[in-house]
T-cell receptor, first 112, second 112 residues
């Protein structure tokens, strides 16, 4: 069974640009959550999608958005990039009512 | 929203000794408390979890305790081994694995 796959693994962007990250969940998992990981703040919850609908949202500005497709794949978009957006972005998938979130390897975003 | 605090931020123990990591949470509605282990350059992986209707749970050398009244929970690792060296994150959630609020992590180093 394939795990959670995130693409790309690494990205370098310039301030003011926008970026789209992709996450393919484990087959059969309909919930996809996104997290930002930085050395100082640890893992912070961005949002969760289930059945193509945003179900939960963390405390991030509107520049961070996402969507989910009918096959449960999810994308996260960050617009007007800032230096502080440099981080490892992790997605995790889980089953409805499941008790384990399975993480992808992450996309490391560097904003210069 | 939920706020999770984790201590200590770093912990060094001799091989064979025990390690204890403590977390507190703010939202009394939280009912799911997982612990994740993240090795260098790898994705976080669930090592143990506990629900609020249970006070303690063990899995071989790992145990977690929960005090709902005080809103704190702890991870206990006995007979530590060098391969236990990693960053450990506690988390709390109201809704389950799909929406986790993490502590800032504890870097555990087991000295051979």
């Amino acid at each position: 069974k394939a795990g959670v796959t995130q693409t790309p693994r690494y990205l370098i962007k310039t301030r003011g640009q926008q970026v789209t990250l992709s996450c393919s969940p484990i087959s059969g998992h309909r919930s996809v959550s996104w997290y930002q990981q930085t050395p100082g703040q640890g893992l912070q919850f961005l949002f969760e999608y289930f059945s193509e609908t945003q179900r939960n949202k963390g405390n991030f500005p509107g520049r961070f958005s996402g969507r989910q497709f009918s096959n449960s794949r999810s994308e996260m978009n960050v617009s007007t990039l800032e230096l502080g957006d440099s981080a490892l972005y992790l997605c995790a998938s889980s089953q409805q009512g499941g008790t384990e979130a399975f993480f992808g390897q992450g996309t490391r975003l560097t904003v210069v | 929203g939920e706020n999770v605090e984790q201590h200590p931020s770093t912990l060094s123990v001799q091989e064979g000794d025990s390690a204890v990591i403590k977390c507190t949470y703010s939202d009394s509605a939280s009912n799911y408390f997982p612990w994740y282990k993240q090795e260098l350059g790898k994705r976080p992986q669930l090592i143990i979890d506990i629900r609020s209707n249970v006070g303690e749970k063990k899995d071989q050398r790992i145990a977690v305790t929960l005090n709902k009244t005080a809103k704190h929970f702890s991870l206990h690792i006995t007979e530590t081994q060098p391969e236990d060296s990693a960053v450990y994150f506690c988390a709390a959630s109201i809704t389950g694995a799909n929406n986790l609020f993490f502590g800032t992590g504890t870097r555990l180093t087991v000295i051979p």
